[in-house]
């Protein structure tokens, strides 16, 4: 069963991690259970739900349902669980402490970090994207990134006199 489903993923061009959590998901699921039945995959999507988080959970019955594509059996997959998000971020720094951080900077004429954190504040760009921002990418006035899964991300850059300075600062 895991050796076929093994032989199975490595045909298909998902990542080496992604092989290694399925062939998990699934050599967990067949020591539970001795055969693969309706009844099986409902108690063991059961069991995963009152064992992990919801994001493993999904995890685990991605890897389950390409099993089952796998042998055939594509009419037994498992739904996903519902993962509720977040209305709010936990590590954002209030209004007032933004404030007072960029005046310390201008203060002590740390003019490349007091732009930086304008920057960060005004663009909602990460610093991993920072990093890739060139001169160009200021006069042009923003940058595109993809991420992993081929989405587009731009990040618009202000226009104005803090571009200016900015860009004097490399």
């Known amino acids: 069963m895991i050796e076929e489903f093994e032989r199975h993923l ?4 998902l990542s ?3 092989t290694t959590s399925y062939l998990f998901a699934v050599k967990q699921f067949s020591e539970r259970y001795d055969s693969v039945t309706k009844r099986n995959l409902k108690e063991h999507k059961t069991w995963l739900i009152e064992s992990y988080k919801p994001r493993t959970v999904n995890l ?3 890897a389950i349902n390409c099993y089952l ?6 009419a037994w997959k498992l739904s996903s669980v ?3 998000q977040k209305a709010f971020l936990e590590n954002v720094i209030s209004e007032a402490d933004y404030t007072y951080f960029k005046n ?3 203060r002590d004429n740390n003019m490349l970090w007091y732009f930086v954190v304008r920057f960060l504040a005004a663009t909602g760009a990460r610093v991993s994207e920072l990093v890739q921002i060139k001169v160009e990418h200021i006069r042009l006035g923003h940058l595109d990134l993809y991420s992993k899964g081929g989405k587009l991300r731009r990040i618009y850059i202000p226009i104005g006199k803090a571009n200016t300075n900015l860009a004097h600062c490399y």
Do not use: D, H, Y
Not at 10 to 13: A, E, P, Q, V
Not at 69 to 74: A, L, R, V
């Open 16 to 18: 080496e991690n992604t």
């Open 69 to 74: 594509e796998s042998i055939g059996k594509e």
């Open 104 to 106: 310390c900077l201008k």
């Open 60 to 62: 685990r019955i991605r």
């Open 82 to 84: 519902k993962i509720q």
């Open 10 to 13: 490595k045909g298909t061009n």
